[in-house]
């Protein structure tokens, strides 16, 4: 290793940026980057409650010369640059000579290190900056550095810092920010005594990013690579209908070493106009090769924040690389079903698997419903004793009927109407009032509740979006989704989310980034408000196990993923209004969409429940859902009337 030795003061203050430690991650930030520039290939990050307590980072590297270990935590004492030329020229991640006397002025620090060339290690231990003992040490090739109890003598820093498990994330987007920098490493990371992550090493980026965020996340991305202006960026872009509710899962990295670029940003949404919906951002991995005179790095204290000789050309390169990586795809959204079961006997009904209604829902009557037109088509069904257990037998019976479906001998499943019922049971004497129609066919099924509407007659269905209904002189334009949405978000927000949640046979695991993570776990009340059943599952993944009514398996990943961003970006909101959001989202994605199937009487049972609630007006967005066009203006365009 070079000889370390203090900087003169005339560069030591061309470089000084007034670097603090804040918190447990950026005392992990600097000394993972020493870590690197010693040539290690493997680290070891261990910490234990946030790092606040302890940190501890092995790493096999070159290690430091015995002679040299004192002068490493003098101020501006570095191996990485001599000279005041060598900053126009930086290539390692650090070269201020400041982590290290930083980090053991606010805590207790044990260092243990040895060089090749060296049969014995060296072993200092410093407490709030002080030298307290330094001596021989049996130890392996590399560093190990132990810190602990940060803050210990700065009470006034420590009042600042997180809970355990914030600090703790912290930590983790670092680790994850590290490991990706640098696939050709095997980064370990321990938390409380749990690996959390341990990427490969072997040089290959996606089976690093497998290792970081998941194989769900390491599906939806793209090869990207492009070169111009003597800049060059390859890596990875996210797949246009896979974009996310925030820009956490954006890394840029330049030589190495990661930044947060507006230009790289930018470049990405451009490149995905038209491609991506509005307000979603690309994910992305992406490398930059520029020339070490043509950025500059000592722009944040931090590092993070570079600033760019020619922007311009940054955002092209990623532009095209972005724009390539889209023309090159050809793949579609692909659905994934369960194959049906082939044995009856097996057969469950949907509603118990987590699949759901999505027309609205409702009580179980308390009075006789009115009969539905004579033009509506529908099997009657016999008396029943909950409209639950009308739903469960439909469902079932549809399962049957597809496993059935190129069979000869279909049994005969039909139910008997009502006349039929009462004929075989003549000495009958009290019933529960017949319900004397149903939906067989359709996974949509409604029930009414509230008081009849007025005389209606539904005159049918345009584009499968629109309901036509004639009422007195009056013809009734409906949008069902902006309808069926507003009747889903009062109900969510008249009984504060509290009508009940469907437990998933399997669980729904949603991978986040760490800071979209770190914000889901510190508001899992509003989830749990909203219906929700999900719990911290470890490695940037929340585990979903039930969601709203209504609500379909296949949506609860994006609406997590967007609830995420939400509360990035909204982070400032009150409880009330980020529950609000929420609402919004679940009503939206429960709600039938336009282009679903809608039978005769489920646009009759529908359009009655509508009609029946005054408040049901506009949807959550601010649409209409009910345009009115009188007769007299009708017959005004015919030119009956003047």
């Not at 950026?26 to 790092?51: C, M, P, R």
């Not at 609500?551 to 909204?570: N, S």
Request: overall charge negative.
């Amino acid at each position: 290793m070079a000889k370390i030795r203090k900087l003169p003061k005339s560069i030591a203050q061309r470089i000084a940026a007034g670097e603090v430690v804040e918190r447990p991650a950026s005392v992990v930030k600097e000394l993972l980057e020493n870590a690197i520039d010693a040539g290690a290939k493997n680290i070891t990050l261990e910490i234990q409650h946030g790092g606040i307590r302890y940190i501890r980072i092995t790493d096999d590297g070159c290690g430091i010369a015995r002679e040299d270990v004192p002068t490493a935590f003098l101020s501006h004492a570095t191996s990485k640059i001599r000279e005041a030329d060598d900053l126009d020229a930086i290539l390692t991640l650090g070269f201020r000579g400041e982590a290290l006397p930083s980090v053991a002025a606010v805590s207790r620090v044990e260092m243990m290190t040895r060089e090749a060339s060296e049969f014995v290690g060296t072993r200092i231990v410093l407490e709030g900056g002080e030298q307290i003992s330094f001596d021989d040490a049996g130890c392996p090739v590399g560093t190990t550095l132990i810190v602990r109890d940060l803050f210990f003598n700065t009470p006034a820093r420590m009042k600042f810092l997180k809970s355990d498990r914030a600090e703790g994330l912290a930590v983790a987007s670092v680790a994850d920010h590290i490991a990706l920098s640098h696939p050709d490493i095997s980064l370990r990371f321990i938390k409380d005594g749990r690996e959390q992550m341990c990427t490969p090493g072997n040089g290959d980026l996606l089976s690093c990013i497998h290792a970081v965020y998941g194989r769900d996340f390491a599906e939806t991305l793209l090869p990207a690579e492009s070169e111009q202006n003597g800049i060059a960026v390859r890596g990875f872009v996210s797949k246009p209908y896979c974009s996310r509710g925030s820009s956490a899962m954006q890394h840029f990295f330049v030589n190495n070493r990661y930044i947060k670029s507006r230009s790289g940003t930018a470049a990405l949404s451009e490149a995905y106009k038209n491609s991506a919906m509005v307000g979603k951002y690309p994910a992305c991995v992406l490398f930059l090769t520029v020339n070490p005179a043509a950025v500059d790095v000592n722009v944040h204290p931090a590092k993070v924040e570079v600033r760019f000789s020619n922007e311009k050309s940054v955002f092209d390169v990623v532009y095209r690389a972005a724009k390539s990586a889209l023309a090159a795809d050809t793949s579609r959204p692909e659905a994934k079903l369960a194959p049906p079961s082939a044995d009856p006997s097996v057969l469950r009904p949907k509603s118990l698997e987590g699949e759901q209604l999505t027309m609205p829902r409702a009580a179980a009557p308390t009075a006789p419903q009115a009969a539905p037109p004579a033009s509506v088509q529908s099997k009657p069904v016999a008396p029943a004793e909950t409209p639950q257990q009308i739903s469960a037998y439909n469902a079932l019976l549809r399962d049957i009927e597809t496993a059935f479906a190129d069979e000869d001998d279909l049994p005969d499943l039909s139910v008997p109407t009502v006349a039929q019922t009462k004929a075989a049971e003549p000495t009958q004497t009290e019933a529960a009032p017949p319900i004397e129609a149903s939906t067989v066919q359709s996974a949509q099924t409604v029930q009414a509740t509230e008081p009849p509407a007025e005389d209606f007659r539904i005159l049918g269905e345009a584009f499968r979006t629109y309901i036509f209904a004639e009422q007195g002189d009056r013809l009734l334009i409906i949008d069902k989704h902006a309808a069926h949405e507003r009747m889903l978000y009062n109900e969510l927000q008249k009984d504060n989310g509290a009508s009940g949640s469907q437990m998933l046979l399997v669980p729904v695991s949603v991978t986040l980034s760490k800071e979209e993570y770190a914000a889901v776990l510190e508001h899992m009340e509003v989830l749990t408000q909203a219906g929700f059943a999900a719990e911290d599952f470890g490695g940037g993944t929340v585990l979903v196990r039930a969601c709203p009514l209504n609500l379909e398996r296949e949506d609860i990943t994006a609406l997590v993923t967007e609830f995420a961003g939400h509360l990035l970006k909204y982070h400032r909101e009150v409880l009330a209004e980020k529950l609000d959001w929420l609402y919004h989202s679940v009503a939206c994605r429960a709600a039938v969409k336009a282009g679903d199937h809608t039978t005769d009487y489920e646009l009759y049972d529908f359009t009655k429940r509508l009609l029946a609630d005054p408040d049901v007006r506009y949807c959550p967005h601010g649409r209409p859902v009910l345009i009115t066009l009188s007769r007299a203006e009708l017959e005004k365009q015919f030119g009956r009337v003047q």
